[in-house]
């Protein structure tokens, strides 16, 4: 696609790890024109960041994931040169993205109130684990550590259990979303202005986000912390039969469905179906953990579709892969470097009936510094 909707569009993205990438990536697969700087000799640490001992082209497949589709220049911001040649690149940018802890960007000389006296029109993106100010500020701003002090670790897992954390970076997918939303609405605003502007998000502010519905409750009921269920669990408030449970040859997750009806179908007992959904939580899905036990995950499946009750298989990625529903969507895709070919996935959206593609792998380190003697191509 050669119309794009951020089709010459100029990001250059200070940020590494996940969150400021993210949102670049966001922005490149949209079109935009995204040079990652990074650090002379060094680069962005997710290069090694390894998930699994899988290298693709000596680099982890964390970076090529996260860092498609975009160009780099390696720079050194301690030279006068260098730093020059970056001031220049900022002037003809569009958007500027950062994640560097509070402070740091400033005393580099590329803080938002430096850049803005450059080029008033620049959209500048900021992201932090816990906020520009407060008494969080100076705390590493990691995924895992977040999460620990946001509250989202208890409300996974069942009631004996300690705290769960989300078994995958939440905060930082989460926080690049953000990020992400904040620069496309002062890039409107731009628009229609003229003026550029500066949006900022936190790892700590998108869990919260996270977490409206149950903070919300909380806020409003007296402070009574939820209580996650002892049995089949899946959410820290909601009443039965909401649950993952064991079938004979796997598993079944149910969301919605009437006890009495579902009593009918499982040969639950009456006096069970009876029961308080929310006092009686864990009784009722004992009994029906039970009862799913004795058949296969596909008989109950078929029964529940013809009953209209909410549930669904628990898959694991072979089986929704050989279920053809990505395939159908053409949510994947091969990208490729330097003779190697990866496989990963695409924008989770489309744009006039097509979704974005690009083939352009992660950069290689300073695949772009020609940018830095000739300004952007």
Known sequence: MTDLPLSGLRVLDFSQFLAGPYCALKLADLGADVVKVERAGVGDLSRYLYLTDTKIGGESTIFHAINRNKRSIAIDLKLDDDKAAVTELIKGADVMLQNFRPGVIERLGFGYEDVKALNPRLVYGSVTGYGSEGPWVDLPGQDLLAQARAGVMWLSGGAEDGPVAVGMPIADILAGAALTHGVLALLVRRGITGQGGHTETSLIEVL??????????????????????????????????????????????????????????????????????????????????????????????????????????????????????????????????????????????????????????????????????????
């Open 208 to 377: 919260a986000d996270l977490q409206f519905e149950m903070l919300t409750t909380w806020f409003n009921d007296g402070h009574r912390t939820p209580k996650r269920s002892a049995q089949n669990p899946a959410h820290a408030y909601l009443a039965a039969p909401y649950g993952v449970y064991a079938t004979r040859d796997g598993h079944v997750a149910i969301a919605m469905g009437k006890l009495t009806l579902l009593a009918q179908l499982t040969g639950l007992p009456s006096e069970i179906a009876q029961l308080d959904g929310f006092t009686r939580r864990d009784q009722i899905k004992a009994a029906l953990a039970e009862r799913l036990a004795t058949a296969d995950t596909a008989h109950w499946i078929e029964a529940f579709t013809k009953a209209d009750i909410w549930a669904a298989p628990v898959m694991d990625w072979q089986e929704l892969m050989a279920s053809g529903v990505l395939t159908t969507l053409d949510m994947t895709q091969t990208i490729a470097r330097d003779g190697l070919e990866m496989h990963t996935t695409r924008l989770p959206l489309r744009i006039d009936g097509q979704r974005p593609k690009s083939t352009r792998a992660a950069p290689a380190l300073g695949d772009a510094n020609a940018l830095l003697k000739s300004g952007w191509l």
